[in-house]
């Protein structure tokens, strides 16, 4: 079943589900200045290369003004650019480029807290307690005999309270405002009509900017339960449990949703535009229930959601089929797509994840014609069609707040973070102008395989895998939201239909699959064995009976 949707009047289907968006995370892409940092110029002159891997939309992390104590995801100025990344007209230039090269473009709107610099909050520091700036934010007297306590037992995602108390304009020990993430984010009350109005404010801004949609940050956690209750122990332990966080998963998300898809559907389009605008949403929702996830991709909501169950499935036959089969049945009980990711500027690289090395490098392999042949939505984050591992970061270079949060424990997510190698022997691999050490992050010494420049004519390499997959993906469209696997009970392998000329088999077992007579092979993540597919591999094949 095609859910109407899905489709245009005329019958064809909507950009978006079927899409494959590339992450770009400007600071780690390419620095256009020589500073050291990369920026959106330096975004704009690689575009060609995302153009060449055959991506349908790139999505740009945030690229606001910020303090940085959260990889810029603490703004201060929601509708500006920071400067050290460029300017309003570098944007325009990006978004130029980019649809000139057929290219969609997405950004980041982060709609539940604010950088603790931003003007409403540093209003609301200086106003006194029950003052309107203050309700703007979530504050609230302590407990305790003397308010020394926070409000209550909700804990951070970094680690730590999720409540930082205040000193008031007189220097007395004050009340306390809540903070889901790191302190130098606190969160905004979304009960406020100001608070709405201003991100609608936001909204428009960016689609008069050009963009076609935007990604929305830890959607899961604008609304707070209205009393604040205790949510208990174990809060961060079972992933599983989110939606039953109080601090998570509302039901008022979803009729502001619905009133952002509206706004997203009516917003006239930019001037010079040549078509209609075919707007999107996907949601960061960091759910687990597979049927409440559903609910943000609802008709009138979002049109896609992050599918994190299957980013931290572990490299197992049972577990991934579970997966993808619950995740399909979930997305099309609501008509809409599943959007699988496989990485992020959040995640382990999937060469580390699944056990690094060439072992690593041999699943990530499989994993991606996995992922890029199942029917729906697909983002790539940069690096992942070159195959990076996670990268080591030195102590004192780690920026990630977990680190601190943490007290040392959790080196947090930089390692995802180290900046694309783009060609050369040495770091800083044709990234910056700027000598190594003065980079973002340091490249490791051992990356020069790794480039694009090395890959780009290796016929066995990850970019090349990444590029013929993306070729052959959009010559087989899956029109059908359904997704039939098969395979044994044991889970070793599975197989499912794309489209008529586009079947997948995965291995993950010992025992080599033999493949049908009929089929011929079209991709494989790694060489057949006399017409076997051996373990930790993924093959593509057509029937021929299919073939033109």
């Known amino acids: 079943m095609t859910a109407p949707d899905l489709l245009h009047d005329d019958g064809r289907p909507v950009w978006w589900r079927e899409a494959v968006c590339y992450e770009i995370h400007p600071r780690a892409f390419a620095d256009g200045n020589g500073d050291g940092t990369g920026d959106l110029p330096g975004a704009t002159a690689r575009l060609d290369h995302l153009a060449d891997l055959g991506v349908d939309a790139v999505w740009i992390t945030p690229f606001y003004p910020s303090p940085l104590a959260d990889g810029g995801y603490d703004i201060c100025d929601h509708t500006g650019v920071a400067p050290d990344l460029g300017t ?167 009729p502001l949703f619905r009133a952002w898809r509206a706004l997203l559907d009516r917003h006239p389009a930019p001037a010079g535009a040549v078509a209609p605008p075919e707007r999107v949403m996907v949601a960061e929702a960091g759910i687990f229930d597979r049927e409440r996830l559903a609910r943000y991709v609802a008709p009138g909501e979002m049109q896609q959601t992050f599918n994190f169950a299957f980013l931290e499935c572990p490299w197992d036959g049972p577990a991934m089929r579970e997966v993808v089969e619950q995740s399909a049945r979930a997305m099309q009980a609501v008509g809409a797509p599943v959007t699988w990711v496989l990485s992020s500027h959040d995640a382990i690289r999937p060469v580390s994840r699944y056990g690094g090395g060439r072992l690593g490098e041999r699943r990530a392999r499989a994993a991606a014609l996995l992922m890029l042949g199942l029917p729906g939505a697909a983002y790539i984050y940069q690096g992942e069609e070159l195959g990076l591992p996670q990268a080591p970061v030195p102590d004192d270079r780690i920026r990630d707040p977990l680190w601190i949060r943490s007290e040392h424990l959790q080196r947090g997510r930089d390692g995802c973070r180290v900046p694309l190698p783009w060609a050369g022997s040495v770091p800083p691999y044709d990234f910056s102008d700027a000598a190594a050490e003065n980079c973002w992050f340091p490249q490791p010494a051992d990356w020069a395989e790794l480039t694009v420049a090395a890959q780009h004519e290796d016929e066995q390499s990850m970019l090349a895998l990444y590029r013929a997959a993306l070729r052959l993906r959009r010559a087989h469209p899956a029109h059908d939201t359904a997704l039939r696997t098969q395979g044994p009970e044991n889970g070793e392998w599975f197989a499912f239909q794309r489209a008529p000329g586009l079947h997948c088999l995965v291995n993950f077992g010992p025992r080599p699959v033999p493949l049908d007579d009929h089929a011929q092979v079209l991709l494989s993540s790694a060489p057949l064995d006399d017409r076997t597919v051996p373990q930790d591999t993924a093959v593509w094949i057509t029937y021929k009976e299919h073939q033109q």
């Open 88 to 254: 309003p007209a570098d944007f325009d230039a990006l978004v130029t480029k980019a649809h000139a090269l057929g290219i969609k473009v997405l950004v980041d709107v982060v709609p539940n807290h604010t950088s603790h610099r931003h003007p409403w909050f540093q209003d609301a520091l200086t106003s006194g307690p029950g003052s309107p700036a203050r309700t703007r934010y979530i504050f609230r007297d302590g407990r305790g005999e003397k308010g020394e306590l926070p409000p209550n037992d909700w804990q951070s995602a970094f680690g730590g309270p999720a409540w930082t108390r205040i000193d008031e304009a007189d220097g007395r020990p004050g009340q306390w405002y809540l903070h889901l993430h790191a302190p130098e984010q606190p969160d905004l009350d979304w009960r406020h009509t100001e608070v709405v109005a201003e991100f609608e404010r936001i909204l428009r801004h960016w689609l008069d900017r050009g963009v076609d949609g935007f990604r929305v940050d830890v959607a899961h956690t604008l609304f707070k339960a209205e009393d604040l209750p205790d949510a208990g122990p174990g809060q961060h332990q079972d992933v599983h449990r989110n939606h039953l966080m109080p601090y998570y998963d509302q039901d008022e998300l979803h």
